[in-house]
């Protein structure tokens, strides 16, 4: 049993499948394409544009995984393509992360833009007025009368 997420993904590696030719289909076992369509979710609906590159679709995380796995194992034929292959994942990879760490770094990441939105806060924090009711008025009163 797969989880729903994995289906889901399954179900858009079947269609990502469709819309690419017959002879890179043809490269894949049948036995993993009988995995992939007997897991894969049948209530999830996918719908992407087959003449946008791979990079520009929506997919899940978990179909980029599958379709890179596939891309590793059937669809590059030599160990130098195998190889190119890996290099350009791992450059991806190194991106990614070089992006993250300028995004999150944690030398600038209590700088002023933490002195901004804390200013920003208190020009919108209001005072409240605390008002007592009339009942609680008077049952101070009675409890203030009845300790004495």
Known sequence: MVSVRNANAMAEVIYYLKGIKQEDIDKIPKKFIKYLNENASKEYKCDFDYN???????????????????????????????????????????????????????NNLFSNQ????????????KIIEYKETILKKIIKIIKKFLKK
């Open 114 to 125: 933490g002195k901004k939105t804390i200013e920003q806060e208190n020009a919108n924090i």
């Open 52 to 106: 946008k590159p791979l990079k520009d679709l929506k997919l899940l995380d978990e179909t980029r995984g599958i379709i890179g796995m596939i891309c590793y194992n059937y669809w590059c034929v030599t160990e130098i393509e195998k190889k190119q292959y890996l290099k350009k994942l791992n450059e991806n990879e190194e991106k990614y992360q070089e992006a993250l760490k300028k995004k999150y770094n944690p």
